[in-house]
């Protein structure tokens, strides 16, 4: 029986998790660059780690 599942969405979930795992590790590291950490509250702009729960959370609903 063929699935209809597309490869491409399940590909970006893998990578998501991946991600998710990564991110929740850095906070162990001291010198990481400023684009992989989150970003304090009154600044302006988003890191790597603030955009991996919400592709998330959009991937699950696909």
């Known amino acids: 029986m ?3 599942r597309l ?3 399940d590909i970006l979930r ?9 991110v ?3 906070w162990s590291l001291t010198d990481i660059p400023a684009w992989l950490e989150h970003k ?5 702009g988003m890191g790597l780690a603030d955009v991996v729960f919400p592709a998330f ?3 699950v609903g696909l």
């Open 40 to 44: 304090a509250a009154n600044e302006d």
């Open 2 to 4: 063929a699935s209809n």
């Open 14 to 22: 893998a990578l998501t998790m991946l991600l998710m795992i990564f």
């Open 24 to 26: 929740n590790d850095l």
């Open 57 to 59: 959370l959009l991937i």
């Open 7 to 9: 490869k491409s969405i």
